[in-house]
């Protein structure tokens, strides 16, 4: 029998590093899977057909007019996502919204912001597959690419349209203009102009929290009478005003305050300097102008959504781009402008301040 202590065991090997995880590579590459599967949903109204129901999923799949074979996979898959809930399991198990669809993804609630996913299905999953030619050529992949007419051309020709465009960009944005109107101090100002103000929901939010500002929102002719019903519904005839006109050819109307939501990431170098100049000129000393946006931070590291809405303005429209709070105060001090704020407001994004 061997004894313990004279016996000679190998020394004990090397544990070797352990490779790197490949599930986020992994997680990112299969991403548009989930992200389509969310898209139809919204594009087939599920969650607003659900409502506050609770139903089998024989009988949404029987709303929805869907083929047996995939009803269970795409439910639970939304279930898995956490974008519904299931009571029971089986085909006797009830699916409903969660808080957050019932919020968000359900027509009937006032923060519905299923429509620029919508959009997001309809237009920019297939030209976003035309990313490498975008990268290799530097030019936008959208309808223009075939020779068609542009989506925002066909849409200032149909009210119809313009008004639902406009509603889908107002659901994403209202969160960011009431994280504005909460976190930037208004209260040493009496005018504010937003320009591009389409339905003028930032006027509305800033106006709803400070009562001595008298606001104006600012966009093209076609988009006055809609943003009028707007402010009118909201009750705020009688301190927001709206006004029209180009903002590349005419001046910008005086304010003390003058923001732009979601407006300068759209134009290439030479029309972001035209918009700031403008502001400048427009301002008041002691004025402000703020810009709303997913702005990337300075060293891009970080805000992915940022660089990659970046990525989008390069399928849409070719030189246009998103950019960091650097190049925002390079630019607006090379207008004349001295001091410059970041204010952080929902998720990626910022709002970019810079003072007269």
């Known amino acids: 029998m061997l004894n313990p202590q004279t016996v000679r065991y190998p020394e004990p090997m090397h544990t070797a590093t352990p490779s790197p995880d490949p599930s986020r590579i992994l997680e990112t590459a299969f991403a548009f899977w989930s992200s ?10 599920l969650f607003t057909r659900l409502g506050n129901r609770r139903l089998t999923g024989r009988e ?30 089986g085909p006797q198990g009830k699916y409903a919204n969660t808080p957050a669809t019932a919020l968000y993804l359900d027509r009937s609630s006032p923060r519905y912001i299923g429509g620029i996913m919508v959009m997001l299905n309809r237009r920019l999953f297939r030209h976003w597959n035309d990313l490498p030619e975008a990268l290799r050529t530097g ?70 929290r400070y009562p001595q500002l008298n606001c104006i ?5 076609p988009v006055e ?19 029209s006109g180009d903002f590349f050819a005419d001046p ?8 732009m939501g979601m407006i300068l990431h759209d134009w290439n170098l030479e029309k972001k300097k035209h ?10 000393t002691g004025g402000a102008l703020v810009a709303i946006e997913a702005i990337i931070d300075d ?37 004349g402008f001295k001091r410059f704020a970041v204010i952080p407001l929902a998720g990626a994004y910022s709002a970019a301040v810079a003072y007269k």
């Not at 389509?36 to 109204?45: I, R």
Request: a negative charge.
């Open 299 to 335: 060293a891009r590291r970080e805000n992915a959504f940022g660089l990659l809405a970046s990525l989008n303005m390069l399928i849409e429209f070719g030189d246009a781009f998103d950019y960091s709070g650097a190049d925002f105060q390079n630019w607006c001090r090379e207008a």
């Open 36 to 45: 389509k599967v969310l898209l139809t949903a919204v594009e087939f109204d």
């Open 139 to 208: 030019l936008p992949q959208n309808e223009t690419k075939d020779g068609q007419r542009s989506v925002f051309e066909e849409l200032y020709e149909s009210p119809e349209k313009l008004e639902q465009f406009i509603a889908a960009m107002a659901g994403i944005s209202r969160i960011n203009f009431e994280a504005l109107a909460d976190r930037f101090d208004f209260s040493p100002y009496k005018t504010l102009c937003d320009v591009g103000g389409s339905s003028g929901l930032l006027c509305i939010e800033v106006a709803k």
């Open 217 to 221: 929102s600012f966009d093209l002719p």
């Open 252 to 259: 910008l109307p005086k304010a003390d305050v003058i923001t």
């Open 275 to 284: 918009l700031i100049r403008a502001a400048y000129e427009a301002l008041p």
């Open 225 to 243: 009478p809609i943003a009028r019903k707007h402010i009118s519904a909201a009750g705020l005839a009688n301190r927001v005003r709206t006004a």
């Open 60 to 89: 949404l799949g029987s709303e929805l007019g869907l083929h047996p074979r995939g009803i269970s996979d795409f439910l639970d898959a939304l279930v898995a996502m956490k974008f519904l809930d299931r009571e029971g399991d």
